[in-house]
Nanobody
Framework: QVQLVESGGGLVQAGGSLRLSCVAS????????????MAWYRQAPGKQRELVAG???????NYADSVKGRFTISRDNAKKMVYLQMNSLKPEDTAVYYC???????????????WGQGTQVTVSS
């Protein structure tokens, strides 16, 4: 009933920047009632998926130690979007990046967790 769609991935040289975007939409227009935490995760080949950054509806953020000072997460509640600005990229940032969100749909008493399909980020040395 809810889709998360990421965009903005690609190939960049080390030291470069990329901005990822993710929009939450309902299969039926207006079905999304509220969105709590939105986050970005990443998964490199042969590794477990890991949290990169998260942001609450009120704007509180948290980051993985490996990206602090380089990545910035933000969101636009009205547009139901979350962004990840990635600066000073390193080859070890290469991974598939996934958008994740806790979404409550109309007439539902609780939040459900959703994942996007992922977008590839490749950083060349």
């Amino acid at each position: 009933q809810v889709q998360l769609v990421e965009s903005g991935g690609g190939l960049v040289q080390a030291g470069g920047s990329l901005r990822l975007s993710c929009v939450a939409s309902g299969i039926t227009s207006g079905i999304i009632s509220s969105i709590n935490v939105m986050a970005w995760y990443r998964q490199a080949p042969g590794k477990q998926r890991e949290l990169v950054a998260g942001i609450t509806s009120g704007g509180s953020t948290n980051y993985a130690d490996s990206v602090k000072g380089r990545f910035t997460i933000s969101r636009d509640n009205a547009k139901k979007m979350v962004y990840l600005q990635m600066n000073s990229l390193k080859p070890e940032d290469t991974a598939v990046y996934y958008c994740n969100a806790d979404v409550r749909i109309m007439l539902s008493p609780s939040f459900a967790n959703y994942w996007g399909q992922g977008t590839q980020v490749t950083v060349s040395s």
